[in-house]
């Protein structure tokens, strides 16, 4: 089947499913599990951090277009000194919320590393998440909550995290984003947000360029404009646990492109060599989380162009947000020279391409000189750098070290 072929067949399915712009209830599981009601949902501190010994705390943080964050803290570790600790904030990819971080034992996970460290660690949960599904006055359950892509992550949820640390220390942040979380810095430093309040940035597994992408799932979904069928037809929050049209989706991408439902993290990702086993199977209990539509139509849109753009919404929506036929380009290059940035890639990813990645490098390298620093991991996928068990002797204490080199 062609792709033309592919996007009517996914177009059909869609027609059929029951659409809505909030969440769903499907009579069957989903390939991803069932997803647990909000009543069964217990923070991140009292569920898993401070089980593990360490002091934590639950804060919220509205964002500049209503949105109400969850954060966690973990402002020390185990063993309390008393110092004032430098912050550092954690910030997960897609489908994904701060739960991303606690999927090993204490001792790999980077937040207890960094605590134990003598550093001050901050979580961030993005809009849309379980425990940030709250607003000023928009109700999640509305076509009107779900209007956002990462353009929004990048100009109001980070600054929000960024600006509501620096209130609470009085100190600049170090930053660690994985997958999503290294577009948005970009974006947002880029355009000169809050980058006064950040000491460094580490990136893993970085994605801005897109063009090498090896992804078969995520090939498909773009190059077939999945998400704007979805779109059309008013499916606005993207859930893959308790949406129907959306497992309808996922389904009939794998029965077309033969891929393994039961096995759509390599599938989406590549090859991840060394995650917990137990950390799989315990991954549908808190993953994937909802996105927006939009969101999804926004990556599609690198993937497809090539470019790192808004948000692009055809010519009336152009002209109308931007003032232009085309949407605004983000110019990575415009990162300021003096802001430390660590870069960690794998061989194996999917999704950050190793090609593409040294062309971002190459962009950065060219204006941050000996402010860059790049390490690659010939066997890691895309989650290994926040999962694998092996982690902390290949990645993390690499950049415990580079936080302490900052002055």
Known sequence: MDLRGLLSFYFLLLLVAQ????????????????????????????????????????????????????????????????????????????????????TNQPEQNL????????????????????????HAFLDPNTKEYWDWSWDELAANDLPAFVDFIYSQTGRKVHYVGHSLGTLTPLASFSQG????????????????YLSRV?????????????GEAA???????????GDPAVDSFLRSICTSTGLNCNDLVTSLSGFNCCLNASAINNYPEN?????????????????????????DGLLLYNLRRYGAFRPPVYNVANLPRDL??????????????????????????????????????????????????NAKDLVYNEVVDFFKSQK
Request: proline share 5%.
């Open 19 to 102: 659409p809505h712009p909030g969440n769903g209830a499907s009579s069957r599981g989903s390939i991803f599990g069932q997803r647990r009601t909000p009543a069964q949902e217990i923070g991140t501190c009292e569920t898993t951090v401070v089980k593990q010994g360490y002091p934590c705390q639950e804060f919220y943080v509205t964002t500049k277009d209503g949105y109400i964050l969850n954060m966690q803290r973990i402002p020390e570790g185990r063993v309390a000194n008393g110092e004032k600790k430098q912050p550092v904030l954690l910030q997960h990819g897609i489908f994904a919320d701060g739960m991303t971080w606690f």
């Open 111 to 134: 937040p207890m590393i960094l605590a134990d460290n003598g550093f001050d660690v901050w979580i961030a949960n993005t809009r849309g998440t379980r425990f940030s599904r709250r």
């Open 193 to 208: 947000l809050v980058v006064d309040k950040v000491n460094s940035a580490v990136l893993l597994s970085p994605i801005a």
């Open 214 to 226: 090896q992804s078969i799932l995520l090939n498909v979904a773009a190059n077939t404009f999945l």
């Open 231 to 241: 779109g059309l037809i008013g499916i606005a929050e993207f859930n893959p646990k």
């Open 287 to 311: 993953e994937p989380q909802s996105t927006s539509t939009k969101n999804l139509i926004h990556l599609s849109q690198i993937i497809r162009t090539k470019v790192i753009a808004k948000f």
């Open 340 to 389: 430390p940035l660590f870069l960690g890639h794998g061989g194996n990813d999917a999704i950050s391409d190793v090609e593409d990645v040294q062309y971002l490098i190459s962009i950065l390298k060219y204006h941050l000189g000996d402010n860059l620093k790049s390490l690659f991991v010939k066997d890691y996928g895309h989650f290994d750098f926040i999962r694998a068990v």
